[in-house]
């Protein structure tokens, strides 16, 4: 079955730390271009970070809201996606999903995740 | 980064009646090298995972009912839903994928009956 399966969220302390993790299935994974997206309560579609697949460099990018306390990487070995949440604040308080263009192949999402909550509140 | 901005940000639409929801992008999402508009419409249910609905402006998912449509080019985007189902109520955002990073959202419309 083609999903993508999100875990590791919780309720954490401002300054804290969390790890996700997103295991995907019934596409090559090693060849996707992965995302992490995220909602906060009551908001709108947030993007969070990327990585490209090993074969267009595995770079990873992230937005700026974001950026020097998140990273995203993977697993290829594993078909997993993990992010990386360190100093997180009580406004990171979302569901974070893990989503691909792994289907079409042409940067829009055409896989989600149900997504996994993340509390950050003391 | 591409701003989206959408409206209404939430309408009511009786049972068989037409939805009508906007997207302006701050910059053309038109790459002219192959004509196509990089925006795509996803839709948001309670408890479901986001579900992409159309791309490329106008393309719609395998699986997408055809009572859902996409239009427009450039800046100014449609997502269009003909006679409205109960099953339709969710919230709505558009979403560009010509400059990236970062992949940006309109701010939602949400659909009620």
């Known amino acids: 079955e083609v999903q993508l399966v999100e875990s590791g969220g919780g309720l954490v302390k401002p300054g804290g730390s969390l790890r996700l993790s997103c295991a995907a299935s019934g596409f090559t994974f090693r060849n996707a271009w992965m995302s992490w997206v995220r909602q906060a309560p009551g908001k709108g579609l947030e993007w969070v970070g990327r990585?490209?697949?090993?074969?267009?460099?595995?770079?990873?990018d992230d937005a700026a809201s974001v950026k020097g306390r998140f990273s995203v990487s993977r697993d290829d070995s594993k078909n997993m996606l993990y992010l990386q949440m360190n100093s997180l604040q009580i406004e990171d308080t979302a569901v974070y999903h893990c989503?691909?263009?792994?289907?079409?192949?042409?940067?829009?999402?055409?896989?989600w995740g149900r997504g996994t909550l993340v509390t950050v509140s003391s | 980064d591409i701003v989206m901005t959408q409206s209404p940000d939430s309408l009511a639409v009786s049972l068989g009646e037409r939805a009508t929801i906007n997207c302006k992008s701050s910059q053309s999402v038109l790459y002219s090298s192959n004509n196509k508009n990089y925006l795509a419409w996803y839709q948001l249910k309670p408890g479901q995972p986001p579900k992409l609905l159309i791309y490329w402006a106008s393309s719609r998912e395998s699986g997408v009912p055809d009572r859902f449509s996409g239009s427009g080019s450039g800046t100014d985007f449609t997502l269009t839903i003909d006679s409205l189902q109960a099953e339709d109520v969710a919230v709505y955002y558009c979403q560009q994928y010509y400059d990236t990073p970062p992949y940006t959202f309109g701010q939602g419309t949400k659909l009620e009956i």
């Open positions: 990585i490209k697949s090993q074969r267009s460099g595995g770079a990873t």
């Open positions: 989503v691909t263009d792994a289907l079409h192949g042409e940067n829009y999402f055409d896989l």
